[in-house]
């Protein structure tokens, strides 16, 4: 049987949380404000043990275990430690030491990007061949009249008073979906704090 | 009778041949007796014999024994006369050979030895016993209660008066003498008197009280027949006869002294009747095993040979261990019929199921593997397989056999290699030259938008509303993936407020936002020397936490972020030093490429704000989810992508590096819609559907 210390605890702290964002003059904002300092303070600890689990319990046992691809492993493990110890000497604001995420990392995210832009590129050639239906024709139309839109090739129109119309309508179509997903996201989420508080749902293995 | 050539007896299958010749003669002769009633039989010897042979009995029999035969012979001796006359009677009508077993020419002759038994010679061992009995007779007794006119077969041989069989007493013997005398083994075959009256009365029913101690309690009198002692029918002997015989078996079945047990088994013996079927006198009739009699006399019994009865030994009574009822495992019952779905009572052995796992409590399953012992923290719940060590060991295992194993699949061609990969090469190179080219080649034109969008000019608007005291703070929540579009929407921003010469404070919710900001920032920097110094130009480093993180800013930004990335202490030198809370900044500006992002920090930190103006620089991919928060007020503006890039700068009158790059960008998305529509004609036009597809239609 799960212990029920938990739940509790996750319980009040959440009905403090709550109850001093809905009531702001009442004194519980002495109890929330370092409540959430001390999260604050978890989740940069989580983050740092979550590197070196990564580091140490991953990889290091990949290169142990000689495992698939472990000079791969062996590689993150010798870039990780240099890094670290770069930013220890030199510090996070030294030019140099700050080429690390700009002249690697920063290249590199850019890079996977544009595959994604070629590879997004390339399957709108065979975008009906794939969906050969009503919404695969209604994607397709949309797909390039927002194209044309936002090209700026068609900024001509906005000189054509009814033409301008038509074009303003048109942009507010993505507003209103946008709308219903957001609504929809919030309620999911609404739901799922609650779930949480209420300890339905016990992502923290409670 | 047996054959005068034969060489063993027909009945005792004795030897014949070894007789000597006065021994032949001799037997002869008492047999010739019994046949011819003849006179005194030859042989001087044998009434020597049966008195020297008396002798040694004489000797030999204890004296109680002696009395008993006293005993008998007085009985019989009465009853002889009796039957004398029916004795003839019945001679006549019987056959010769039956004549031999005569008991009255017995009595005349005495010397004569019954054929069944051995020969009288006194050398014949066969016949030595014959004569023993003989002498045994010693003195004649009258019992006119047991006197038969038939000679059993096996009797003795008697006296000239009597029949040994008949000589027997039928009186009980003194059965305390008895039980003096007689060993202890013995005495338990002693007969009570209250037992022989039965015999006595010439009951057909043999009664041995020696015997009857060994019975059954169930056996009825009538049971308890012998079936050696069968009587004839009444109807073949005379009444009197048939009594006499009876009485006479009686008695000597009846040892009421020790001593005539010995003889009893000669009474045992059937008498023969010429009228009936020899074989069936003979032969010994089946005998009912319900009529068997039990060789031991319960009541007589030994303490430790009778059998133990529960009912009236108590203590001796052992509980009956009961057995274990059966129990199946829970499996075998719900699908066994006769157990109708009752599950049994479970059994107590730990080894028959186990106590953890989702089998627990179940009979009949193998013990699981406890993983409890491999996880020893609390479980976190991701996307990621997570496997124990055993488990991949196991995997590895499978993995090796199934790799030794031959697949039907290996012998099929592989598919032919398909073509696509040309379509790509072409398609990339189509981009890249529409990026390339207007940038190599300046004088390809693009199309500015003449109309500027409402939220860019809101941002202007407000950006220019900033007073130049106040410090802005902005949120660099964003990554290199999408930093170049970023990089080319923020700058027109920045590089307004560098000219207002407002403060700027940047912050990251991630790693990197900040050191990428800082990065883009240094071209304007060399534009603006002032901001070169930390009093314009404030990094603030990392915020930890996310969402949650956010909430603390805007709570207490002080003690939220009090130190810099310098460690240096951030709100004491101006001046920033005017800032306590997080409204105290001009506006707030957050650059990110994720509308999520966003989100968290108008839900977060907008409430806390107040009238402080909030303003987003995001990617114009996420733009139509930032746009309801922009109609609804909570943000002041927003710059998204490259054209709002464009329409800032022509706000500013600053071109820069959108306005630069807009023609590429014009060029490169012509180029995408032209591929997308060329490519949904061709299919529109060659349709062909996939065979997977098609067997789903049809399906």
Sequence with gaps: MRSPLIPIISFIVGAIILAGYFFPGSGLAAIRTPMLDWAVTLSGVAGLIAIINLVFGVHWRRLRDSSKDYLFSGLVIFAFLATFALGIFLGPTNPDYQKVVTAIQMPIEASLMAVLAITLAFSSLRLLQRQHNWMGLFFFISVIVYLLLNSGILSFMANIPSLQEVVSSISLVPIAGARGILIGVALGSLLTGIRIWLGSDRPYNG | MNDANAKRCWYCQADLTRQDAPAENDSQDWLNNLRDNSPAPQGDDQPEEPANSSESPNEEVPAWLARIRTREQSERAASEDALSASSEELSSEIPDWLNEFNPDQEKEKPNEILPASASAQPENEDDDWLKKLESWQSEPTSSPEKTSTDVTVGSREKPAEKNPIE????????????????????????????STPAAQQGNLSVQQPSTSAFLPAERTPKNEEDSLLRDSEPGQISPTAESIESSELDTALAPSQPGEENETWLSSYKKIHPDKDIKEQVIPAPVDQDQTKAPFNENSLMDWMKPID????????????????????????????????????????SSDF???????????????????????????????????????VRSKLLKNIADQTHWEDENLEEKPHSHIWIFRLIVTVLMLAAVFIPLLFTQISSIAPSL????????????????????????????????????????PLLAHLMERNIPIAFLSTNSEGTTLLNQSASTLIKQYPAYASSDKWMNLGYLAGGSIGLQGLAQNIQTTMPLNSALQSAW???????????????????????????????????????????????????????????????????????????????????????????????ITMVLAIMLVLIGGIVSLIFYHPQPGKKKRVNS
């Design chain 2, 167 to 194: 000589d027997e007493a039928v009186t009980p013997p003194d059965s305390a003498l008895i039980k003096d005398s007689a060993p202890e083994w013995l005495q338990a075959f002693v007969q009570e008197p209250k």
């Design chain 2, 572 to 666: 004491l030198s101006k001046p920033f030093d005017t800032v306590k809370r997080i409204s105290d900044f001009g506006a707030l500006i957050v650059i990110t490429e994720n509308a999520d992002t966003g989100k968290y920090w108008i839900e977060q930190v907008k409430p806390s704000l107040g009238t402080t103006p909030m303003l987003v620089v995001i990617s114009a991919q996420s733009a139509p989810l930032l746009q309801p928060y922009y109609a609804s007020g909570q943000i002041s503006g927003y710059l998204s992508g490259l054209n709002s890039a464009v329409a800032y700068e022509a706000l500013t009158k600053t071109p820069q590096n959108a306005t630069a790059h807009l023609s590429s960008f014009q």
């Design chain 2, 452 to 491: 500027y969008p409402d939220e860019v000019v809101q941002t202007f608007n407000t950006v220019n509303a900033l007073s130049g005291g106040k410090p802005v703070l902005i949120a660099a929540d964003f990554d290199g993936s999408l930093f170049g579009e970023l990089n080319w929407s923020y700058q």
């Design chain 2, 310 to 349: 529960p009912v009236t030994n108590p203590s001796q009574k052992e509980p009956v261990p009961q057995l274990e009822p059966a129990a199946l495992p829970a499996w075998l019952q719900a699908l066994s019929l006769k157990h109708n779905g009752k599950a049994s009572a479970p059994s107590h052995s």
């Design chain 2, 354 to 392: 186990s106590d953890f796992g989702p089998l627990a409590g179940i009979e009949g399953t193998l013990p699981g593997e406890e993983l409890n012992q491999f996880y020893k923290r609390p479980q976190t719940f991701s996307g990621l397989l997570k496997t124990t060590e055993s488990q991949q």
